[in-house]
């Protein structure tokens, strides 16, 4: 079983930055993609950033891009660094586990619990 936790959210104001982290841990592919997608009030789940098992590829919604910045380390951690917050990045973000296909294709068998993010303007 795999264990997703996200960390990090809170309340920014318009133009502030916040950081998102996302452990995983339990028994994961030996080599995965992880991503971000986010859901606000009244609409569906988004994606928003993803990374490969390497950390070599990566790939960003239209909305974030320029904005956001994924990464992750080698300790099965995966970041996202939010700047330039807008209140529209309002929603519960979660993060995502897969297997290391491309990171366009968004296959993912694992999602955390979510973690709040809200920017006031």
């Known amino acids: 079983q795999v264990q997703l936790v996200e960390s990090g959210g809170g309340l920014a104001q318009a133009g502030g930055s916040l950081r998102l982290s996302c452990a995983a841990s339990?028994?994961?592919?030996?080599?995965?993609?992880m991503g971000w997608f986010r859901q606000a009030p009244g609409k569906e789940r988004e994606f928003v950033a993803a990374?490969?098992?390497?950390?070599?590829?990566t790939n960003y919604a239209d909305s974030v891009k320029g904005r956001f910045t994924i990464s992750r380390d080698a300790k099965a951690t995966m970041y996202l660094q939010m700047n330039s917050l807008k209140p529209e990045d309002t929603a519960i973000y979660y993060c995502?586990?897969?297997?290391?296909?491309?990171?366009?294709?968004?296959?993912?068998?694992?999602w955390g619990q979510g973690t709040q993010v809200t920017v006031s303007s």
């Open positions: 990374i490969s098992w390497s950390g070599g590829s």
């Open positions: 339990g028994r994961t592919f030996s080599a995965y993609n």
């Open positions: 995502a586990l897969g297997p290391p296909t491309s990171v366009y294709t968004n296959i993912y068998n694992y």
